[in-house]
């Protein structure tokens, strides 16, 4: 179990964590692939949400998912992005988490992905946890623990 000291300044600094979905670049489900190849060549992240017309999260989508359809055998191959949508391709196994979301489940999450949607009981999208803002927050606790509480090293444990 997480130390309840850094879990409560964690806590403290939860909602700056969270990237709100405004500012999340995203793509709808129904874009066709060659508007979502544009999209992901333009914001340069690796991997975005994809939502639907309700706001709702739907997957996840990676410029790899779509050039992967572009394969031939020895050539690349155009024409896929008019002829499939997002939704043909994307992540659809996602894990998300619910506002207010659980430090440690979080922490723990956030060693095998790089982010994580945050989503409400509906499914609809709020925005994002990433680890850069994660680990901004642990820089801000390892910078003020001592200015809220007393840290002392404890006395070595005596071995026989
Ligand atoms: P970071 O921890 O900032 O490097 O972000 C990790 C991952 O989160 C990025 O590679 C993207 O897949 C995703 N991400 C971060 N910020 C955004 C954003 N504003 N819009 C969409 N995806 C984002």
């Known amino acids: 179990m ?10 403290e600094n939860r909602q700056h964590f969270m990237i709100p979905g405004e500012v999340v670049a995203s793509v709808n489900e129904d874009n066709s ?3 979502a190849f544009l999209v992901l060549t333009k914001v340069r992240y690796a991997k975005i949400p994809v939502l639907d017309h309700d706001d709702h999260l739907k997957g996840l989508l990676s410029l790899s998912m779509i050039t992967n359809t572009m394969l031939g055998l020895d050539d690349l191959s155009f024409a896929p992005l008019d002829q499939l949508c997002v939704k043909d391709v994307m992540e659809k196994d996602l894990v998300t988490i619910e506002d207010p979301y659980d430090v440690e489940n979080v922490l723990h999450l956030l060693v095998d992905n790089p982010f994580l949607p945050v989503v409400q009981a509906d499914g609809t999208f709020t925005g ?3 680890r850069r ?15 809220q509480y007393a840290v002392t090293a404890r006395e070595p444990v005596a071995k026989d």
């Open 33 to 35: 692939l060659r508007h």
């Open 133 to 147: 803002e994660v680990m901004k927050g642990i820089n801000y606790i390892g910078h003020n623990i001592d200015k």
């Open 128 to 130: 994002i946890v990433t």
């Open 2 to 11: 997480i130390n309840k000291v850094i879990d409560h300044m964690m806590i």
